[in-house]
Structures are given as structure tokens and as C-alpha cells.
């Protein structure tokens, strides 16, 4: 009767990490947007429910660039691929705050970074230059880096 007991409490537990991983990652689906004050970045980045991003960045005047990849929620923590096959250059934990989403680099910079739900106006998406892989980006110093 005593390991019965104990089984259900684990299944709930485990019922209770999967459903807050469920809630999070429901949450991070959509459009946002993000102009951190002190950079000269403007960034808009859409995640769907299939688990796929699109990810626009301008830095300085340039045009944005686009780029797409796969994403997915663990516990509170959000990490991503790039089409490439790159991994973002960090894995971010995900908080929210009414309709912000605070994300907070989990390497060493621990910068956070607040993303505004909005849609990504069409113009972003229409003039965006094509997606970069990683290696053009690495042999050319003369292209931006990626945001994420």
C-alpha cells in the first residue's frame, strides 16, 4: 500500500514539471520584439508551436536579417538551433512579466533582454536579407553577428 502511495506522488510530480514546461512554452509562442536601450539592435523574433523560430535582426542602419531554426522550453529554460545547425550562443531562461518576456542568458554574461509581444510588421519581413550560416558569418568579420 506504502509503494503505491509513493508511486502516485511521483507521477504527480512528474505530471507537475511537465504541465509548468507545457504552460511555459505556450506562453513563449508568438511574435516579439526587442530594442534594448544602450545597443544599437533592433530585433523581432516569431516562435511557433511546431517548434520552428524566425528570427529578424537590424543592427546600427543595415537591413534586417533573417534567420529561422528550431527551438523548445526545458523546465524555464528556452534553447535554439539555427538552420545551420549552430546552437544559439546561449540558452536563455524565460520569465515573463504581463506581456513581456525576460530573457537571461544563462553564460557568463547573464544579459537580460526584454521581448514586447507585437506582430512583426511585414516591411521586417519582406526587405530582410536572406539567412547566413554560420560559417559565412565566421569568415566574413564584415557581416553582423547573430542576436541570439
Same mark, same amino acid.
Given at each position: 500500500?506504502?509503494?503505491?502511495?509513493?508511486?502516485?506522488?511521483?507521477l504527480l510530480g512528474?505530471?507537475?514539471?511537465?504541465?509548468?514546461?507545457?504552460?511555459?512554452?505556450?506562453?513563449?509562442?508568438?511574435?516579439?520584439?526587442?530594442?534594448?536601450?544602450?545597443? /544599437?539592435?533592433?530585433?523581432?523574433?516569431?516562435? #511557433?508551436? $511546431?517548434?520552428?523560430?524566425?528570427? %529578424? =535582426?537590424?543592427?546600427?542602419? &543595415?537591413?534586417?536579417?533573417?534567420?529561422?531554426?528550431?527551438?523548445?522550453?526545458?523546465? /524555464?529554460?528556452?534553447?535554439?538551433?539555427?538552420? #545551420?545547425? $549552430?546552437?544559439?550562443?546561449?540558452? %536563455? =531562461?524565460?520569465?515573463?512579466? &504581463?506581456?513581456?518576456?525576460?530573457?537571461?542568458?544563462?553564460?557568463?554574461?547573464?544579459?537580460?533582454?526584454?521581448?514586447?509581444?507585437?506582430?512583426?510588421?511585414?516591411?521586417?519581413?519582406?526587405?530582410?536579407?536572406?539567412?547566413?550560416?554560420?560559417?559565412?558569418?565566421?569568415?566574413?568579420?564584415?557581416?553582423?553577428?547573430?542576436?541570439?
Amino acid at each position: 500500500m506504502m509503494a503505491l502511495v509513493l508511486c502516485t506522488f511521483a507521477l504527480l510530480g512528474c505530471s507537475k514539471e511537465k504541465a509548468e514546461s507545457i504552460n511555459l512554452t505556450s506562453l513563449v509562442v508568438g511574435e516579439w520584439h526587442c530594442a534594448p536601450e544602450g545597443y /544599437d539592435v533592433d530585433v523581432y523574433v516569431a516562435f #511557433d508551436t $511546431e517548434g520552428s523560430f524566425n528570427h %529578424y =535582426q537590424r543592427i546600427g542602419e &543595415g537591413r534586417y536579417r533573417h534567420y529561422a531554426g528550431t527551438w523548445f522550453v526545458e523546465k /524555464d529554460i528556452l534553447n535554439g538551433t539555427y538552420s #545551420d545547425g $549552430e546552437s544559439w550562443g546561449s540558452s %536563455y =531562461q524565460v520569465s515573463f512579466d &504581463g506581456e513581456n518576456m525576460i530573457l537571461t542568458a544563462t553564460n557568463s554574461s547573464e544579459e537580460a533582454m526584454i521581448y514586447t509581444k507585437t506582430t512583426i510588421p511585414d516591411d521586417v519581413k519582406n526587405s530582410a536579407i536572406a539567412p547566413y550560416t554560420a560559417k559565412s558569418i565566421n569568415d566574413n568579420a564584415d557581416l553582423d553577428t547573430r542576436w541570439f
